[in-house]
């Protein structure tokens, strides 16, 4: 069962951007799987690891165009970007030095934060991003 499944509400209408969001979803999915299956430890600090590695490059991504862009709203999106990322830095170490147990209320947590950032504050931009010319 999937922890999310993309729709075109979730689209902000920029290909490179939605794409990202769809791997971003696939990399939660395999996670939540994973937690379902009762994964071992090194498989899931590997699948954490590799959705920071990957959240962090997209949120680049999009934080280099709002500054390109001059997006009036980059200093609060960023933070928010900035926020998560420390979240989930502070899961990963608890995890790794045996300190958390994943569970599914902490997958709910990044699946809940990833739906609502995309629906919501990624979607300001959409407009902004396209008639800057980004398709």
Do not use: C
């Not at 490179?16 to 994973?34: A, G, K, T």
């Not at 600090?45 to 959240?55: E, R």
């Not at 502070?90 to 990044?110: D, M, P, Q, V, Y």
């Not at 950032?117 to 979607?123: A, G, V």
């Amino acid at each position: 069962m999937a922890a999310i499944t993309w729709n075109k509400s979730m689209s902000v209408k920029i290909n490179s951007i939605d794409e990202q969001h769809i791997i971003l979803i696939e990399m939660i999915n395999d996670f939540y799987e994973n937690i379902g299956n009762r994964s071992n430890n090194e498989n899931i600090s590997k699948l954490i690891s590799g959705m920071k590695k990957y959240t962090i490059m997209h949120f680049s991504m999009e934080e280099k165009y709002m500054r390109q862009f001059k997006y009036p709203s980059y200093e609060t999106h960023k933070k928010e970007h900035d926020n998560f990322i420390a979240k989930v830095n502070a899961l990963e170490e608890k995890f790794n030095s045996g300190t958390l147990i994943i569970s599914f209320e902490i997958t709910s947590f990044i699946k809940d934060w990833l739906k609502e950032h995309i629906q919501f504050t990624d979607m300001q931009y959409s407009d902004f991003f396209i008639k800057n010319g980004l398709k």
